[in-house]
T-cell receptor, first 113, second 111 residues
Framework: KAGVTQTPRYLIKTRGQQVTLSCSPI?????VSWYQQTPGQGLQFLFE???????NKGNFPGRFSGRQFSNSRSEMNVSTLELGDSALYLC????????????FGPGTRLTVL | SQQGEEDPQALSIQEGENATMNCSYK?????LQWYRQNSGRGLVHLIL?????REKHSGRLRVTLDTSKKSSSLLITASRAADTASYFC???????????FGSGTRLLVRP
């Protein structure tokens, strides 16, 4: 069974631009969560989707948004990029309704110049 | 917040020694999970212990949970260089759809 895949793996953008990151969960998994990881703030929860519905959202500004499609694939979008958005963005999927035993993708490394 | 806080922040041991990491949290939980992250990569789920369990084993891993003290510990026995990684605990509250990770323990196993 294929693992969680994230595309692209690396991305360089400039301030003010927007970016879309993609995540394909493990087949059959319906819950997808997104995290931002930085050296200063650590791993921070962004949002979680289940069956195309956002069930929970972390404390991030509205520039961060996401969605989930009917095939469970998910995208997150960051608009008006700031230098502080440089981070490793991790996607995780889980089988059950509650986020137990999450399977993580390799992440997308975003650099904002 | 139910965020787990790991202790110590960093740990350096010799190969073959045991490594113990601790996690404390603030609210009642449904379960607590431990994850490992190798440098700059995705996290790997290690073990899940439910609130009604006190101890759980998986290979060289042993996890304990004390809900009265709101704490958990992860013991890695007979450590190997390949165990070098960051370890995170993630408590999950009842009816919660998110995991809140702590800052992790960075483990270095010297060959």
């Amino acid at each position: 069974k294929a693992g969680v895949t994230q595309t692209p793996r690396y991305l360089i953008k400039t301030r003010g631009q927007q970016v879309t990151l993609s995540c394909s969960p493990i087949s059959g998994h319906r819950s997808v969560s997104w995290y931002q990881q930085t050296p200063g703030q650590g791993l921070q929860f962004l949002f979680e989707y289940f069956s195309e519905t956002q069930r929970n959202k972390g404390n991030f500004p509205g520039r961060f948004s996401g969605r989930q499609f009917s095939n469970s694939r998910s995208e997150m979008n960051v608009s008006t990029l700031e230098l502080g958005d440089s981070a490793l963005y991790l996607c995780a999927s889980s089988l059950a309704g509650y986020v137990d035993e999450q399977f993580f993708g390799p992440g997308t490394r975003l650099t904002v110049l | 917040s139910q965020q787990g806080e790991e202790d110590p922040q960093a740990l350096s041991i010799q190969e073959g020694e045991n490594a113990t990491m601790n996690c404390s949290y603030k609210t009642s939980i449904n379960n607590l999970q431990w994850y490992r992250q190798n440098s700059g990569r995705g996290l790997v789920h290690l073990i899940l212990i439910r609130s009604n369990e006190r101890e759980k084993h998986s290979g060289r891993l042993r996890v304990t949970l004390d809900t009265s003290k709101k704490s958990s510990s992860l013991l890695i026995t007979a450590s190997r260089a390949a165990d070098t990684a960051s370890y995170f605990c993630a408590p999950r509250m009842d009816s919660s759809y998110k995991l809140i990770f702590g800052s992790g323990t960075r483990l270095l196993v010297r060959p």
